[in-house]
């Protein structure tokens, strides 16, 4: 096994060094020419005065550049910190200023956007453009170099990187507050890959469609699963979902991921016969049933995998296609090298169907958020007992087992609604209302109020009217699961991995509505 995520592409470069590695458009790089890109760019990295474990932030779009100016910055011995590419400038500034990155690579119209967040960057030291360079500014703390200037740099060898070194910072989201950073070692990407890969069975003859951030932990994971088995990669920024469709049938795509809101739309559309596309993941929420049985009849010959995980412990389940007509609500059961418990309030372990948190051990869980002890020691604590050094990540949601030690997701911990002296799980509410064929998306919320308690907010992207949606409420709801406030929205704002943004519409609530508690 690679000692290191950029040892990948090393050995992908020595078994098969003419095989295609990355496809964006009509560029291509074969391994060898990966692997030689690569080592260029890193050299150019060590060049500018880059050191062991320093922190070299990415804001490209998806693309082949993106790709090797991430592994760039491995290979060099930094710490690549992918950044979203839909992000704004505060967020952005919050990434650099939290990561204390001192390079950035991005192109022109990013850094202009840019240039009042990076002047309070005072780690900054670089700012490598992927095009042309504007001219100098005499105030700037940091230098602006041309991608060019990377490629002068003498090559030489690569530090070498072991398992514990740090890799990669991804930023989470939340649920509250800024993004904090997770921090995954080399092991963590290389273990991952190959926990993956053991399951999906990929093969140097697999080509995956890569349409997911490469931010984010089930994106970067396209990569490094094909990377470890010497299997192709086709980078895709789509502006419709149609967009993916004619990448799947130009390519001849057999692996494709995605989250549900694409799989949603997805799911509506007229698929030709694709007997190449091998299989389907999905992660980042549930998929709805119905949509799950509308992709097994568009796409007969595709094994269907529904995947659950959390960023700070990569991937934790898998349900088997072999168990989707028996268990398709379930989020099944461990991958290989992860160890599962579900746990009370006390953390002792739950019965059969007892509902209890997710807690994750073995060597995917990640080392922690970067810069944040107190959020690092609330997450990555271990469980009651006897103190050892199994890393242990607890996700914060609410799961149960069955006799046959399949799991169930039930709902985030910090997300039960507590009303009328029940406590109230989104995804029951979310589910029944996205059985409506006129609803695409939906998300409910508990925001406070002057009594006690909290009010239920409905939030919904649907062609129904709300009267519509009211009425399919109380016939499949119970009293105290009954939303008090319906809104109805044009289209459903999503954060940067694509998922419905709760934060948002929570605030844009609290915002305009003068009878909730602020």
């Not at 509506?268 to 694709?274: A, G, H, I, N, S």
């Not at 990555?380 to 087992?401: I, K």
């Not at 709801?477 to 948002?504: T, V």
Request: hydrophobic share 45%; proline share 7%.
């Amino acid at each position: 096994m690679a000692s290191s995520v950029y040892q990948l592409v090393v050995q992908q470069a020595q078994r098969q060094p003419a095989a295609l590695a990355l496809v964006q458009h009509d560029q291509t790089l074969s391994y060898a020419e990966l692997q030689q890109q690569i080592a260029c760019w890193a050299a150019g990295f060590i060049a500018l005065g880059l050191r062991a474990d320093q922190r070299v932030a990415i804001y490209l779009p998806k693309q082949i550049t993106a790709v090797c100016a991430i592994w760039a910055a491995m290979a060099a011995g930094g710490v690549a910190v992918p950044v979203n590419p839909v992000l704004k400038p505060a967020q952005v500034q919050h990434i650099l200023r939290n990561s204390g990155a001192t390079l950035l690579i991005t192109h022109q119209a990013r850094a202009c956007r840019l240039l009042d967040s990076l002047a309070d960057c005072a780690e900054l030291r670089h700012v490598i453009l992927t095009d042309q360079v504007p001219e100098l500014h005499s105030t700037w703390s940091f230098s602006v170099h041309p991608l060019t200037a990377l490629e002068q740099a003498t090559l030489q060898p690569l530090p070498d990187r072991v398992g514990t070194d740090l890799a990669a910072i991804l930023y989470t989201s939340g649920s509250t507050g800024l993004a904090k950073g997770v921090m995954l070692s080399q092991a963590n990407l290389v273990l991952g890959a190959a926990s993956v890969v053991s399951y999906l069975h990929n093969t140097a003859e697999d080509r995956l469609l890569a349409v997911l951030p490469l931010s984010f932990d089930y994106g970067l994971s396209q990569l490094t699963s094909a990377f470890t088995v010497g299997a192709s990669v086709v980078l895709l920024d789509y502006l419709v979902p149609q967009d993916v469709v004619q990448a799947v049938v130009r390519y001849r795509i057999t692996g494709l991921a995605a989250v549900p809101s694409l799989w949603q739309q997805l799911a509506r559309l007229d698929w030709p016969m694709v007997s190449h596309l091998r299989y389907l993941t999905n992660s980042g929420g549930a998929l709805l049933v119905s949509c799950l049985h509308a992709l097994q009849q568009a796409l007969p010959d595709t094994r269907i995998y529904l995947m659950y995980g959390f960023t700070e412990a990569f991937r934790a389940t898998y349900l088997p296609p072999e168990q989707l007509m028996q268990r398709p609500d379930s989020i099944g059961k461990p991958v290989p090298d992860a160890q599962l418990q579900v746990v009370n309030a006390s953390g002792e372990p739950c019965g059969v169907d007892e509902p209890g948190e997710l807690v994750q051990t073995g060597p995917l869980v990640a080392q922690g958020y970067w810069g944040d002890t107190t959020a690092s020691a609330h997450t990555f604590r271990p469980l009651p007992g006897p103190v050892d050094q199994v890393p242990t990540a607890w996700s914060g949601d609410q799961v149960r087992q069955d006799a046959e030690g399949y799991l169930y997701f039930i709902g985030r911990r910090d997300g039960m609604i507590k009303t009328a002296g029940y406590r109230v799980s989104p995804d029951e509410i979310e589910t029944q209302v996205q059985l409506l064929p006129g609803v695409t998306c939906a998300v409910a919320q508990g925001v406070p109020q002057a009594g006690p308690g909290q009010v239920i907010v409905l939030w919904v992207q649907a062609t129904d009217a709300l009267s519509v949606i009211r009425e399919h409420c109380q016939q499949r709801l119970p009293n105290y699961m009954q939303p008090q406030d319906y809104i109805l929205l044009p289209e459903m704002p999503l954060n940067p991995n694509g998922k419905p943004d709760r934060p948002a519409l929570r605030r844009d609530y609290l915002a305009t509505r003068s009878e909730v508690v602020r």
